[in-house]
């Protein structure tokens, strides 16, 4: 159990060496470079709304709207983790009180983990309505800058990540048919010196 949330919170080998298996994933998934990122980049978008625990599905919804692979959409989501959510939340937060949505004075960092830990504890003890009246202060300019986020973010992913696999796709079609290629040739000389042999005899 414990090996499990140490994997969570810090893989191992570090981030850098699950940043590149991670995109090595990606990129091997099969579908059209278009289904790829758009499955990443729906996926990725949904992780910057503060909905823990919908992410999987909204990543899964919006890739089917958007013709994208479930697959993708799903590893997408993991752009969202616990090193990451707390900088997301409260960027999505501050964007969204600039904007004017939400009520009474900001709150500072300090005093939004503590509504935060007020709602969890809430929801534990299932107290769902005063879960819902507490976390809408921060709940709604969250929502309105995170989901201005999400849009950035899967234009974003999904143009530079259309890129990246098309280009990972045609080098690969060009090494698929050197081989085949190199391997018809091989083919060709074998039947050659064999006709060759046969001759001679």
Excluded: C
Aim: aromatic share 10%; net charge positive.
């Amino acid at each position: 159990m414990f090996g499990r949330v140490q994997a969570l919170l810090w893989p191992a080998g570090g981030f850098g060496r699950a940043g590149r298996y991670l995109a090595r994933r990606i990129i091997r998934i099969k579908g059209s470079p278009h289904a790829i990122a758009a499955g990443v980049a729906s996926g990725a978008a949904v992780s910057f709304l503060p909905l823990p625990g919908l992410h999987f599905i909204l990543g899964a919804i919006l890739a089917l709207v958007a013709r994208g692979s479930l697959l993708a959409s799903a590893v997408g989501t993991f752009i969202g983790n616990p090193w990451t959510f707390p900088l997301i939340w409260v960027g999505g937060y501050r964007i969204g009180r600039w904007l004017g949505f939400g009520e009474g004075a900001e709150l500072g960092e300090g005093a939004l983990g503590r509504r935060l830990t007020g709602v969890v504890k809430d929801l534990w003890q299932g107290k769902f309505a005063a879960a819902a009246v507490d976390s809408w202060p921060v709940m709604a300019p969250a929502l309105v800058g995170g989901g201005l986020m999400a849009v950035v973010v899967w234009v974003s992913f999904y143009f530079l990540g259309r890129k990246i696999v098309a280009g990972y796709q045609a080098r690969r079609r060009q090494k698929l048919e050197a081989g085949r290629a190199r391997r018809q040739m091989a083919r060709t000389d074998a039947a050659t010196a064999s006709f060759g042999e046969e001759s001679k005899a």
